[in-house]
């Protein structure tokens, strides 16, 4: 059984672990940016709402998410766990997780932030290239994390639930770190 969250700036490594991970514990990797641009792509309802969002990297609004989330961690292949990527970005949505994980009765195991300076990041970014890796978006999309999402680190820390792991190395020293931590 293995439920985390990945906590962290953008580019900062959490959607690479957390494909990494998924499959050596065998549970779903559930991340809100892959849903909601399946959603643009499908142009669904959601996905034109959430596209004038996303494209300027800014958070789509919590009525979109909440019950997107609630409605995913009720699925049959999360009985056996899940990893959370990109999911709380701010401290409504944590509060709300909270809840619900209590409500379902699956504690969360630990929430790992991941460490990676800006100047990194960025470069990172503008090397992968996706829709939104374009410079001053990649720019707001930090601040927007500065903002929002980086208060989610005292939020956990306060639950005694955060653990850092050092993002500025390979892929693979940090899939070990991760995995030393899993399996301990
Ligand atoms: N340890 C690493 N060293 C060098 N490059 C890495 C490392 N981890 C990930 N990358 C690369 O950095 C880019 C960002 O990684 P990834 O998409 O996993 O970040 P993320 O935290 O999920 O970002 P976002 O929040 O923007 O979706 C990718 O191109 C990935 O291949
Ligand atoms: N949990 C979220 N709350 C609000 N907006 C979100 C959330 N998760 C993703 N988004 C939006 O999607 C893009 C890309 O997300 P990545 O996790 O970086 O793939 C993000 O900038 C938000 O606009």
């Not at 909601?36 to 004038?52: D, F, H, I, N, T």
């Not at 410079?135 to 930090?142: A, G, P, Q, T, Y």
Request: negative net charge; contains cysteine.
């Amino acid at each position: 059984m293995t439920r985390l969250i990945f906590l962290g700036p953008p580019g900062a490594g959490k959607g690479t672990q957390a494909l990494l991970l998924a499959k050596d514990c065998e549970v779903p990797h559930i991340s809100t940016g892959d849903i909601l641009r399946s959603a643009v792509a499908a142009g669904s309802e959601l996905g034109q709402k959430a596209e004038q969002y996303m494209s300027a990297g800014e958070l789509v609004p919590d009525e979109l998410i909440l019950d997107l989330i609630q409605e995913r961690l009720g699925q049959d292949d999360t009985k056996a766990g899940w990893l959370l990527d990109g999911f709380p970005r701010n401290v409504p949505q944590a509060e709300f997780l909270q809840k619900l994980l209590d409500q379902i009765e699956q504690p969360v195991d630990f929430v790992v932030n991941l460490d990676v300076e800006d100047d990194v990041i960025v470069a990172r970014l503008l090397q992968r290239g996706r829709d939104d890796d374009e410079e001053s978006v990649i720019l707001n999309r930090l601040q927007v994390y500065r903002q929002q999402t980086e208060p989610l680190i005292d939020f956990y820390r306060d639950r005694q639930q955060l653990v850092s792991v050092d993002g500025n190395q390979t892929m693979d020293v940090v899939h070990a770190d991760l995995k030393r931590l899993v399996l301990e």
